[in-house]
């Protein structure tokens, strides 16, 4: 079978025996924190190093050079729709979130949360007005992007992926600080807003 792909599909193996795959995993490296499934199946993580989530833009687009925590939270929520209602050229905000499978998409509704000034229980969200990012769907890669179609997809994008910003001037995605880097550029790391992680 095909290996996994992201985190969330990484422990999923680890704690299901009867994939035929099982067997010839030993250990999977997430960079999303273990869930209660996770610990009742006997997942023990072991943290070996930091990294951070940073949103990233276009090199050439309409995005300010930084971006505060309570500005992300409001262009993932849609109360920012216009780039120059956050201090950049007057173009539409295209936010992407990625796939739900993926580490990066879990860290990223964690953090973004948190930006609501509302604690939330560990593993729930109990204020999700304040950021129905997390329940919206976003408009993936090899379907044409317009201003009229971006947030009506029904797959969220491949995580790290630089071709989705590449094809989007206008778009803003949530990152790995060291995958953006990879990029040779393809993105541009916003200031502002970061968040570290552990993996």
Do not use: C
């Not at 925590?69 to 729709?81: A, H, M, R, S």
């Amino acid at each position: 079978g095909a290996m996994p792909n992201g985190s969330g599909a990484g422990r999923t193996l680890l704690r299901t025996p009867a994939d035929p795959l099982f067997p010839d995993i030993a250990f999977t490296r997430s960079s999303s924190a273990v869930g209660i499934a996770d610990l009742n199946a006997g997942l023990v993580p072991l943290p070996f190093a930091v990294d951070k989530l940073v949103p990233t833009v276009s090199p050439t687009g309409p995005a300010p050079v930084a971006l505060s925590g309570p500005q992300l939270l409001k262009i993932f929520n849609g109360t920012y729709t216009n780039w120059n209602q956050v201090g950049g050229a007057n173009a539409p905000i295209h936010p992407y979130l990625p796939k739900t499978s993926s580490g990066t998409y879990q860290m990223s509704l964690v953090f973004l949360a948190a930006l609501d000034g509302v604690v939330e229980a560990p593993g729930s969200d109990n204020d999700p007005a304040s950021h129905q990012a997390a329940h919206l769907t976003w408009q993936g890669p090899g379907i044409t992007i317009t201003d009229q179609n971006w947030n009506t997809g029904t797959v969220n994008v491949e995580e790290h992926d630089p071709s989705v910003i590449q094809a989007d001037p206008n778009a803003i995605q949530i990152f790995s600080y060291g995958r953006a880097q990879m990029t040779k550029g393809a993105v541009r790391i916003e200031g502002g807003w970061s968040e570290d992680r552990e993996q």
